[in-house]
Structures are given as C-alpha cells and as structure tokens.
Nanobody
Framework: VKLVESGGGLVQPGGSLRLSCTAS????????VSWYRQAPGKERELVAG????????NYLDSVKGRFTVSRDNIKNTAYLQMNSLKPEDTAVYYC???????WGQGTQVTVSS
C-alpha cells in the first residue's frame, strides 16, 4: 500500500510541471486525494484536493488559476498540473490519501532562474 510522487524538478519562473501521484496496493478510486507542499522553514500547506470521482474539493488561494488537480482512476494516478510557476512555489510536494495517514515520499519542485 503506497503512494509515489513523480514529476518534480527545476523550472524557470513562468514554466510548467505536472506532478503525478501513483497508488498501488489498494482501491485508489475509492478515496479522495490531497496535494500538499512544504517549503524550507515553513509548515506543510494544503494545495489542492480532489474527490474520488474527480470533483474539485479546494485550491490554495495562491495557486488558483495556475494549478489544476485531476485524476485517472484507471491508471490509479492523481495529477497536479502547475502552470505559471513562481519562485514562491518552490517546495517539496506530497500527495495524501485524504483522511488517512498514507503519504507519498514527496517530490521536489524548484522554481528559479
């Protein structure tokens, strides 16, 4: 039973990345998923959430209009499309099976010129 994030990296301001969160060992389609991030020296914050059926739960105000959360239950994967990235988006991004203690290992996103 695990979640594995991927897709992070170094990108210039204004660039885009798509993060993936791939689940295994359980029925992924039965759970909502949340994306969090944690920047150095800061607390972890909730970025976006999506229901088990693909409905949007929430977006952090600072990412509205730039980030899009989605999922493909056939592929057991949730996504976070991040556009118009800013240096302040730099953080380790984590996915979480909502209302559980199951977290991925995180993927680093660095936005810098």
């Amino acid at each position: 039973v695990k979640l594995v994030e991927s897709g992070g990296g170094l990108v210039q301001p204004g660039g885009s990345l798509r993060l993936s969160c791939t689940a295994s060992g359980f029925t992924f389609s039965g759970y909502a998923v949340s994306w969090y991030r944690q920047a150095p020296g800061k607390e972890r914050e909730l970025v976006a959430g999506i229901t088990s059926a693909g409905g949007i739960l929430n977006y952090l105000d600072s990412v509205k209009g730039r980030f899009t959360v989605s999922r493909d239950n056939i592929k057991n994967t949730a996504y976070l499309q991040m556009n118009s990235l800013k240096p302040e988006d730099t953080a380790v991004y984590y996915c979480n099976l909502r209302a559980t203690s199951l977290w991925g290992q995180g993927t680093q996103v660095t936005v810098s010129s």
